[in-house]
């Protein structure tokens, strides 16, 4: 999927969030992920695994969440970010997420550097929303350099998410 595409895609989704849909309060979140990290251009693919900590302050009249990120594929590269997010409530149980989020780029090698320390991640996830709150969702992003750096190859990850409510994790434990 082409940056140009999942731009099209968010600006949709922001779009819909203008229009209505449902209105819903969740708390903070702990995902984790699991994915197919460089899946488009296959020059250095790998599983990817992520772990973020999404919160549910809501930044006022834009209704923007802030996250933490952090993210490693096996194929050698890693990722630590915060951005933002907002969450998109098509009914009662199907939330979709636009997010975005500067990152430190670690890693790179001869099959595929990303250009640049600073990488930007732009995602887009479409999640089913469970009665605890906990959601499944399945998201696509792009990561990039924005050319700052002196090449900006770019990639994608396919990936699978699992969030679930902090207060519910206490109970785990």
């Not at 895609?9 to 990290?37: N, Q, T």
């Not at 887009?124 to 750096?149: C, M, P, T």
């Amino acid at each position: 999927m082409s940056g140009r595409m999942l731009t099209t895609l968010m600006a949709l989704g922001l779009g819909l969030c203008v229009s209505g849909g449902a209105k819903a309060d969740d708390p903070d979140f702990l995902s984790i992920s699991a994915g197919w990290f460089d899946f488009n251009r296959q020059k250095d693919p790998g599983a990817e695994f992520r772990i973020e900590y999404r919160s549910d302050y809501k930044v006022p009249y834009v209704q923007f969440k802030p996250f933490l990120a952090a993210g490693g594929a096996t194929s050698g590269h890693g990722f630590i970010g915060a951005g933002v997010l907002w969450d998109i409530y098509l009914g009662r149980r199907v939330v979709m997420t636009p997010s975005f989020a500067p990152h430190y780029y670690i890693g790179g090698d001869d099959d595929l550097d990303l250009g640049h320390k600073l990488e930007f991640r732009s995602q887009l996830e479409v999640a089913y929303r469970f009665d605890d709150r906990s959601r499944l969702g399945l998201a696509v992003s792009h990561y990039s350099n924005a050319s700052i750096g002196d090449k900006n190859p770019g990639t994608e990850t396919l990936s699978l998410y699992y969030s679930m409510p902090l207060d519910k994790l206490g109970k785990w434990f």
